[in-house]
């Protein structure tokens, strides 16, 4: 089970923190990832981390989002600096057991999804 926290309502330049809390004992094994989905629009990958640690982004938010966890908490975080207005959406946690894949057809598991909204 994945619990996210954190989204809201910011003005354009601002930053917000996203949290997600994974319950389960195969944390340890897994990508955690967030997708993001704006209305009309399909669920892209926005940040992954595998389980050493590695991580990548969507080439639009690198520099700006910064994706870490917390082994110990089974917590992944994400991290949302200079948002623009098209980062708007509901943000998703998913964990995929096993290396990272940045198709949403991948994913074994998804949080219930928390709304970012960034005004201009």
């Known amino acids: 089970q994945l619990v996210e926290s954190g989204g809201g309502s910011v003005q354009a330049g601002g930053s917000l923190r996203l949290s997600c809390k994974a319950s389960?004992?195969?944390?340890?094994?897994?990508?955690m990832a967030w997708f993001r989905q704006a209305p009309g629009k399909e669920r892209e990958g926005v940040a992954a981390?595998?389980?050493?640690?590695?991580?990548n982004y969507l080439d639009s938010v690198r520099g700006r989002f910064t994706i870490s966890q917390d082994i110990a908490k089974s917590t992944v975080y994400l991290q949302m600096n200079s948002l623009k207005p098209e980062d708007s959406g509901m943000y998703y946690c998913?964990?995929?057991?096993?290396?990272?894949?940045?198709?949403?057809?991948?994913?074994?598991?998804w949080g219930q999804g928390t709304q970012v909204t960034v005004s201009s």
């Open positions: 998913a964990a995929r057991r096993g290396p990272c894949l940045w198709s949403p057809k991948s994913v074994d598991y």
């Open positions: 389960g004992s195969s944390y340890r094994d897994n990508c």
């Open positions: 981390i595998a389980s050493d640690g590695g991580a």
